[in-house]
């Protein structure tokens, strides 16, 4: 596994970064990133954050000073997958509940690494953000799954959590799988503070 520590050189970190930089573009789209020294301390904070059980990162700035970059360079020195949403149109709260349920289906059952990538720009339904608040908060949306897809990931996870020398109720099974959630999805919400929608929605949330 790696080993969290403490940076005591930054031509050291930087070489690190550089080097991951450098295989992240080998098989990503290419990022044409400048790794001066915040860019560098704001990569170690997000690692920091979404190696922790329930971290979930708030990256604030103006489009285009590399919020989303920053963040994937994180994820894959974690070796995370960064999943997004494609908004369209027609994209709605049914699509969004969709690609969530794909999410914790690799997070929990797959025991992958996943960053939640959102963007304020893709949050066209307010809605989105009480889905989005529940799983910061607790891992647990309501009504996310239907019965009988619960029935399968409890089935899932039924030998993982006797395994762990838990009784594998259905109540153990359900919390297990929340708890691996907590482990393996982290958001990773990167908003601009131009206008009104950043204020408003830290009132609400």
Not at 13 to 35: F, K
Not at 91 to 119: R, W
Not at 120 to 142: K, Y
Request: proline share 2%; hydrophobic share 40%; charged share 25%.
């Amino acid at each position: 596994d790696p080993i969290y520590n403490q940076v005591t050189n930054l031509v050291e970190m930087n070489s690190i970064l550089e080097d991951a930089l450098r295989e992240y573009n080998e098989s990503n789209a290419t990022m044409d990133l400048v790794l001066f020294e915040d860019a560098m301390k704001h990569v170690a904070r997000i690692v920091r954050i979404t190696r922790n059980e329930g971290g979930h990162a708030l990256l604030v700035g103006v489009g285009g000073s590399g919020k989303q970059s920053l963040a994937r360079l994180a994820a894959f020195t974690c070796n995370y997958s960064v999943m997004q949403i494609v908004i369209s149109s027609t994209y709605s709260v049914n699509d969004l509940k969709e690609d969530l349920k794909a999410m914790y289906n690799k997070a929990g059952l797959k025991e992958e690494g996943v960053l939640f990538l959102l963007t304020d720009s893709q949050i066209t339904n307010e809605r989105f953000l009480i889905f989005i608040n529940d799983l910061m908060a607790s891992g647990n949306i309501p009504d996310l799954f239907a019965p009988d897809e619960v029935d399968s990931i409890v089935n899932a996870v039924t030998n993982r959590v006797k395994a762990n020398g838990i009784v594998p109720d259905r109540k153990n099974c359900w919390d297990f799988f929340l708890g691996e959630i907590r482990k393996n999805l982290h958001v990773c919400l990167c908003f601009s503070p131009v206008g009104d929608d950043f204020r408003n929605r830290a009132k609400k949330f």
